[in-house]
């Protein structure tokens, strides 16, 4: 009876184990997609003040340049 209360508690072990690792992993993937997205949109605010800057220097091919490349990271900010 020892021996089956011991396989009890060492298998309640085992499974609250593998849930702490499982909510470690969801908490690092949830912590990784926030930084990944505030890098993102950080570009983009670059890019957008790239592209006005290229509108006051009346720089044509920079400007398309950079419309594409925003297009690009919206995309992926939506995706």
């Not at 470690?24 to 605010?45: A, M, N, P």
Request: glycine letters at 2%; zero cysteines.
């Amino acid at each position: 009876m020892n021996k089956e209360h011991s396989y009890s508690k060492l298998t309640k072990a085992y499974a609250s184990v593998q849930m702490q690792n499982k909510e470690k992993f969801v908490q690092t993937l949830y912590i990784d997609l926030l930084l990944h997205e505030s890098l993102l949109k950080e570009k983009r605010e670059k890019i957008k003040r790239e592209i006005d800057s290229s509108l006051d220097g009346k720089d044509k091919e920079r400007f398309y340049t950079l419309v594409d490349q925003l297009k690009q990271l919206e995309a992926e900010l939506n995706a």
